[in-house]
């Protein structure tokens, strides 16, 4: 489906992307730029720089760039064209009417209606006869018929048709059930039937308040536990939350993170509705980005078990990187907090969320269960690792305190425990400074093999395009210049070619140029690499001149690479080339 630029130009008049993308980063103003830490990967320092004067952005640390429709397209999981949908509604927009048919626009709300009609089934079920075996298992876990509705809880009877032949009924083709992962075609290909069978079933909404997946428990302890979708149109695991739609009203710049549905749901029907929980899953970096974007603090409630433990070491890793307080729960008896919650009561479980240990705090009292510090190679043993362990923290009043209190307890001088941690301190610099400069590079090459594969045999060419194409696209006013003096069949490169071909084509039908202009035509990867370009020909002063020495460049190392045949070159082509080598040699 074309837009209309008339359309975008308005849809990024109502958008601007400092507004969009506020909700998401926390930004602070560097001069004319903004920055903040970038949402697409973990980081402790921001490198996400936001440029309102061209309405793009480009992350230093991860090579994420683009216009706002490839952020939002990035970041809520989307399309082009929901993405441009998502942006119209928020700005009370009518996207246009086209005669073409977008499969896959049509499918994923095809999609979203199956998940709703199938959500409203499972409930139905569930309070009728052939759910009495899972409202049975509700109220055995204590809950009410309130949190029951609220939570759209549901029942897959034992049988492996009966969605299946509901959703028919309803209107539904096979394809699309098998899309939404509702059913499945039998291993010969044959007949289809349902993925959930005999459980309980959870509905998973997004804070849209579309239905996008489902969880399924099996009532005893038949394995596995719990069947979750698979990643659909609608869904992806790494970027949504169980109960975000109820906990973000509820948050107040603080969640609890549970390690699964049962827990969040006891935690709200306790009356704790900010509890949320990753989805079939580990807890993952785009998890505690998104923590991150609705909370400043989050208290950790995992199982006692290793599992539980291991997964809160995991999560502290990785919410650390996102800048959010991080606060840890152990819960007595080795009880998870559904069970604690039903023995206990919610008083019980407040006193606990108050007396919640920091993240350090709970890290050094989990090193000092491993090593006994009655003995003195106990405790030199563990202030080795408690010293590693410090020499993480950012902030050196916190290392300065920690370092005090290890004193106190194990009666070992402060200073000696701060040079040990100061030691640390510069060994673990050091060594992460190699990797980001590593990862940096081999990113940069990663990403400039995948979108211009031919850029590493021709540097000097490439470098001469990628400065002519973001001027042009910072200066359209040069493109007539540019298309006189250098044919698109010159450039060196493929993809620089298809994007001059596309620049010189809109320019010839007065159409923009701007970045989100062009990222109907471009994937994700190839917008910030496009992007790349424009943030370097930003820092330098264009002149109408440089395209012609641009453009000569290009020219001659075509030439020069032998891909103009030897009987096409004219006296002025040879004359470019001669030009060319000789400035070479300069």
Known sequence: MALPDSFIQELLSRNDIETVVSPYVRLK?????????????????PSFTLYPDTASFYCFGCGAGGDVI?????????????????????????????????????????????NRDAAR??????????GKAGLDYYYGRGYT??????????????????????????????????????SKRSANGGHLYDIFRNRVIIPIIDIRGNVIAFGGRVLDD????????????????????????????????KLILCEGYMDVIALHQAGFQNAVAALGTSFTAEHARLIARYAEEVTLVFDADAAGQKGTKRAIGLLRDTGVDIRVIAIPDGKDPDEFIRLHGPERFKLLMERAANDVEYRLIEL?????????????????????????????IERDVYAG??????????????AQIEGNRKRQQKQQQGRQLSQIVRRDEETLRRTNPEAQKHPRAVSAEEGLLGMLILNPDYIGAAAAKLPPEQMVTAFNRRLYERLLERHGKDMMVDL??????????????????????RERVNSPGEVEQYADVIIGEHGLLGLEKPEELSAESIQRILDTMRGTRQ
Do not use: W
């Not at 939350?241 to 948050?251: G, S």
């Not at 062009?518 to 424009?534: H, K, N, P």
């Open 29 to 45: 103003r560097r001069g004319r730029n903004l920055v903040g830490l970038c949402p697409f990967h973990g980081e402790k320092s």
């Open 70 to 114: 490839t952020f939002i397209k990035r970041i809520e999981n989307l399309d082009y064209l929901d993405a441009v949908r998502f942006l119209a509604d928020r700005a009370g927009m009518k996207m246009p009417e086209d005669n073409k048919d977008d499969a896959v626009g049509r499918l994923r709300l095809r999609v979203l209606q199956a």
């Open 121 to 130: 089934f499972f409930h139905s079920v569930l309070y009728s006869p052939a």
């Open 145 to 182: 018929d309130h949190t029951i509705r609220r939570f759209g809880l549901g029942y897959a009877p034992d049988d492996f048709h009966t969605l299946r032949d509901y959703m028919r009924g309803k209107g539904y083709k096979d394809e699309e059930l098998i899309a939404a992962f509702l």
């Open 222 to 253: 038949s394995k596995p536990k719990y069947l979750n979708s698979s990643d659909t149109l609608v869904f992806k695991k790494t970027n949504n939350l169980f109960a975000l739609n109820f906990a973000k009203a509820a948050a107040k710049g």
């Open 368 to 396: 000092g269960r491993q090593y006994p510090l009655s003995t003195a190679d106990g405790r030199v043993l563990y202030l080795r690792e408690a010293s590693r362990l410090l020499a993480e923290l950012p902030s050196p």
């Open 405 to 418: 209190k290890l004193s106190a307890e194990l009666s070992v001088s402060k200073d000696a425990i701060l």
């Open 516 to 537: 989100p202009f062009l990222a109907a035509d471009f994937s994700e990867e190839e917008m910030a690499y496009i992007t790349r370009m424009v943030r370097e020909a």
